[in-house]
Each structure stands twice: as structure tokens, then as C-alpha cells.
């Protein structure tokens, strides 16, 4: 977790002084809860989309690409930890208000995780699919978004027991 840790920062140090930052624009932390416990640790990269799309006075749907490394850890000593990467694309719808935007966001994406338990939970395989609804409010270079988030094989496999979490993140575009 630590090597994980330290190359991820290592990644977000060179961003800001790099090439990178033509594919990187952005970093994020999350933290978030299943029903049953399960806790949710996640950090990434973020890039916007450049485009905007049904652009009225109202507001427009842009959107990023999130990559993000994710660390679970469970309730019990059984299966307790798991890790994991994830890329997904997020839909935003955001309002015109100003400088604050609050918007609506959706995305699919794919991970692929080390285990394919967590607690006694069976996921049955360590390619997952990540679904996400949320809201939320960029403010300046500050992005704070509140999220339902659900993995899933999308039963490429029985049994797909699946996990859902309520997950808070901030963003902060370079």
C-alpha cells in the first residue's frame, strides 16, 4: 500500500511539471462506505473533456476521464483488504450560475481488482464494472462531488454478489 501510495504522489508531482499535464489535468481523493462496512479509499487523475455538448443558457454536458487507484478494506479478518485500479469516463451536466457550477454526473468504467473477495463478499472476478450517479459543485479549481457508486461483473459470472458505496470526493484541477 505504501509503494502504491508513493507512486501515485510520485505521478501527481510529475504531472505538474510535465508533458503529462497535456493528459493530466486534474487530481482526486475519495472516501466512502458500503452498507455493510466495507471502506473505500481511492486516488486519481483526472482530465477533462474539451468539448461541450447541448451548450443553452441553462448549462451544458462535458465531463473527464477518471483513473484511480482503489483500496478497500474491510470489517472482518477474513478477506480484509483488496486493491484495485479503475478508468472511467463521467458525464457532467453543469448549471450556469457563475463561478459555482453545481452539476449531475453519470459514468461506466472498468477496474480490475488484486482479489475477487472482500469480506464475504464472492465478486467472482477481478474485472469489474464501475457505475456511478452523483452530484456536486466546482468551485474555482475546486471540484466537491457526493456519489453512489456500484461494482459489479455485471454477472459475466455467478455469483455476482456486487458491492455499492456512498462515496465523498474532492478534485483540484491544475
Do not use: Q
Not at 67 to 83: A, E, M, P, S
Request: hydrophobic content about 35%; cysteine-free.
Amino acid at each position: 500500500m505504501k509503494k502504491s501510495i508513493f507512486f501515485l504522489s510520485s505521478l501527481l508531482t510529475f504531472s505538474f511539471s510535465s508533458d503529462l499535464s497535456k493528459y493530466v489535468d486534474g487530481s482526486t481523493i475519495s472516501i466512502g462506505k458500503s452498507r455493510d462496512g466495507i471502506k473505500i479509499y481511492r486516488i486519481g487523475l483526472r482530465k477533462d473533456f474539451k468539448n461541450r455538448y447541448l451548450e443553452s443558457k441553462y448549462g451544458y454536458l462535458s465531463g473527464y476521464y477518471e483513473l484511480t487507484f482503489n483500496y478497500w478494506k474491510g470489517k472482518t479478518n477474513h478477506n480484509k483488504r483488496n486493491y484495485g485500479i479503475a478508468l472511467s469516463p463521467v458525464f457532467n451536466y453543469y448549471f450556469n450560475l457563475g463561478t459555482i457550477k453545481p452539476y449531475l454526473e453519470a459514468g461506466i468504467g472498468v477496474s480490475l481488482f488484486k482479489n475477487k473477495w472482500i469480506d464475504n463478499r464472492n465478486m467472482s472476478t477481478n474485472f469489474l464494472f464501475e457505475d456511478r450517479l452523483g452530484a456536486g459543485v466546482r468551485v474555482g479549481n475546486f471540484d466537491f462531488s457526493f456519489r453512489y457508486m456500484h461494482y459489479s461483473n455485471a454477472s459475466i459470472k455467478a455469483p455476482n454478489d456486487g458491492i455499492d458505496i456512498w462515496i465523498g470526493s474532492i478534485a483540484y484541477k491544475f
